[in-house]
């Protein structure tokens, strides 16, 4: 038996706690994300809840590589670059 779900795009003011949210979810304490790389998930994502999670994901294993405690707009562009760059996300526009 599998289950099939559709999410409609999040409106940029919706991506930030959409984030926050997820993270709280699973036992984050603190902010992690600052305002900066919310918005560059949203205008990269456009929304779309599955490629905001991968950009998470991924903006998060660069901060643990970083040693940082926040993920930055300059981590998450560095994130954006890299799977736009290898073909692994969709992303035409330029969201840096």
Do not use: W
């Not at 003011?13 to 600052?34: C, D, M, P, T």
């Amino acid at each position: 038996m599998s289950s099939d779900f559709h999410l409609s795009p999040l409106g940029p003011g919706e991506v930030a706690q959409y984030i926050e949210y997820r993270l709280k979810a699973v036992g984050a304490r603190k902010r992690l994300f600052s305002d900066q790389a919310c918005e560059l998930i949203a205008k990269a994502s456009r929304g779309i809840p599955r490629t905001i999670n991968i950009l998470c994901d991924t903006g998060l294993v660069y901060g643990f590589a970083a040693n940082t405690d926040e993920i930055t707009a300059d981590i998450v562009a560095s994130v954006i670059e890299n799977k736009s760059q290898y073909g692994v996300l969709p992303l035409t526009e330029s969201a840096t």
